[in-house]
């Protein structure tokens, strides 16, 4: 099978191209990116047989489409803004599609598509990731043993950066949107808007890792979990993550940026030349932003030093008895879960183990065998149990 991976200079799309470059089901893959300095780097680090790079214009829907025709499945690890526009082009080329999200709102214009995908028959699975992505697939575990559900809650801990860490290791314009777009939750059997930065708790994660302080986010998961169980009567979901990894005064920066209009999409006149605030301010903000090169050669933290885990809280009933889940999944790389489990999902669309259509995790893979297989990389999973005496 060949995958293309769009994006794959990027910090995350690195990943998913070295993880399928090692798994020996695929025969081909396809660096695609605008940056072909960057992509000629990472393929002489893999230094794989199976891996050409391709320059790629998303802009251009002829060149997108015949790049995707002669591939098996295309990962999007693009910024999420250009998720429809990828999806068009997957359609025309009778191409498998998945991506790392599409940040609540986008996810749900992403899911109108539903119907065309399975005309084509080819499936899109949305929001593949260590969140979103990790987290449906633990609640779907869940859900599969539980009559009834009433709450899932997602905690996403990082490791937090030594104090005055200035970096910021994924797309700067998501990271942008996350800390200003205010997060979703459903409560009581409705969406939500609240504030971001709000609803503190400190969660206990596993080992290392301990206490965090855990805040709302926008996020995907949101979108789709009670929708996809809601003949299980969910009836609150959240996702909850400490500063998106980052240290506090990192995030506080960037929000007073955005209180003063840094964030705004519009261009404004500057001494006689258009400027976008937002474009300025990304760019300036991409000098913290550590090279794919680095992300790929940075080694796993020691044993027992643990960078994530990923926590989703499913809370119900079994046998009519109160039942909670505790599913976290863990890795000594923070950023590792973001690149394979797309590659990972890509392979099983390659393989027709996904249905056509448009689908999220939770709905489109059986999870036990998915994170099981997950276990090669070294990202394993804890079931805890709770239930009454």
């Not at 998961?221 to 240290?247: H, Q």
């Not at 000594?332 to 669309?349: C, D, E, F, I, Y």
Request: hydrophobic share 40%; proline share 8%; charged share 20%.
């Amino acid at each position: 099978m060949r995958i293309v991976v769009l994006g794959g200079a990027g910090k995350m799309g690195a990943i998913a191209v070295e993880d399928l470059v090692v798994n020996p089901r695929v025969d081909a893959v396809t660096l695609a990116d605008r940056d072909m300095e960057g992509s000629a780097a990472i393929a002489e680090y893999l230094d794989s047989p199976k891996l050409s790079i391709a320059e790629s214009d998303l802009n251009d829907h002829a060149a997108l489409v015949a790049l995707l025709e002669s591939a098996d499945a295309c990962v999007n690890a693009t910024v999420y803004y250009t998720n429809l526009k990828v999806m068009e082009a997957c359609i025309e080329a009778g191409t498998h599609y998945t991506d790392m999200g599409g940040l609540f709102h986008g996810t749900l214009r992403q899911l109108e598509l539903s119907n065309r995908f399975a005309e084509a028959g080819i499936s899109a699975v949305l929001g593949m990731g260590s969140a979103p992505g990790a987290p449906n697939i633990l609640a779907r575990y869940a859900a599969d043993r539980l009559d009834t559900i009433d709450a899932i809650k997602i905690y996403d801990g990082v490791k937090p950066p030594p104090p005055g860490t200035v970096k910021f290791t994924y797309a700067v314009p998501t990271i942008i949107d996350e800390l200003t777009q205010q997060p979703m939750v459903f409560r009581d059997g409705e969406y939500i808007a609240c504030e971001p930065l709000t609803e503190f708790e400190d969660y206990p994660f596993a080992g290392s890792l301990g206490i965090l302080p855990m805040h709302l986010s926008l996020h995907s998961e949101v979108a789709t979990l009670p929708v996809s169980f809601a003949d299980k009567g969910v009836r609150e979901c959240f996702f909850k993550i400490n500063y998106w990894g980052m240290d506090p005064e990192t995030v506080e920066k960037v929000r007073v940026l955005a209180d003063f209009g840094f964030d705004a999409p519009d261009p404004i006149n500057v001494r006689g030349a258009q400027v976008s605030p937002r474009d300025f301010t990304i760019e300036m903000m991409g000098g913290f932003v550590p090279s794919a090169i680095d992300m790929l050669t940075t080694p796993p933290n020691e044993p027992g030093d643990l960078a994530k885990e990923i926590v989703s809280e499913v809370s119900g009933t079994a046998d009519g008895e109160p039942v909670t889940y505790r599913m976290g999944m863990l890795t000594h790389k923070g950023a590792l879960p973001t690149g394979v489990l797309p590659a990972r999902g890509s392979v099983w669309q390659a393989a027709g183990r996904v249905a056509p259509g448009v689908h999220p995790p939770e709905l489109a893979f059986d999870p036990e065998p998915f994170l099981k297989e997950l276990e090669e990389r070294d990202i394993t999973t804890e079931v805890t149990v709770t239930r009454s005496l």
